[in-house]
C-alpha cells in the first residue's frame, strides 16, 4: 500500500529555517525519483524539488540555493531543508514520486511563514 507521511511544517519567521521528513511506504522508493510539492491557497500544486534514486537535487527557481533535497533510500524517508524563508514559501508541502505521481497523496504539512 503506498502511503507518504509528510512532517516537520511549522510557522517561522521569514529568514527562519525548517526540516520536512517524509516517511514512504509502498515498496517502490528505492527505486523512484521523488519530489516535494507545495500548494498555497488559491493555487495550484507546484514541483518544489525533485531527486532521482542516487543523484543531484534538481530545484524550481524560486527555491534554488535555499532548499535542498535529500534522501535515505535504507528507511524510505524523503527530507526537504529550508532555509532562508520567504513569505511565498507559504503552503502545504506535499511528497510524492517526482513523476507518474500516485493518486493517493499524503496529508501534507502546513509551512506558514510570517512575521
Known amino acids: 500500500q503506498v502511503q507518504f507521511v509528510e512532517s516537520g511544517g511549522g510557522l517561522v519567521q521569514p529568514g527562519g529555517s525548517l526540516r520536512l521528513s517524509c516517511a514512504v511506504s509502498?515498496?517502490?522508493?528505492?527505486?523512484?525519483?521523488m519530489a516535494w510539492y507545495r500548494q498555497a491557497p488559491g493555487k495550484q500544486r507546484e514541483l518544489v524539488a525533485s531527486?532521482?534514486?542516487?543523484?543531484?537535487?534538481n530545484y524550481a527557481d524560486s527555491v534554488k540555493g535555499r532548499f535542498a533535497i535529500s534522501r535515505d533510500n535504507t528507511n524510505n524517508m524523503l527530507y526537504l531543508q529550508m532555509n532562508s524563508l520567504k513569505f511565498e514559501d507559504t503552503a502545504v508541502y506535499y511528497c510524492?514520486?517526482?513523476?507518474?505521481?500516485?493518486?493517493?497523496w499524503g496529508q501534507g504539512t502546513q509551512v506558514t511563514v510570517s512575521s
Open positions: 531527486m532521482a534514486s542516487s543523484g543531484r537535487g
Open positions: 509502498g515498496g517502490f522508493f528505492s527505486i523512484s525519483a
Open positions: 510524492n514520486r517526482a513523476s507518474s505521481t500516485f493518486p493517493s
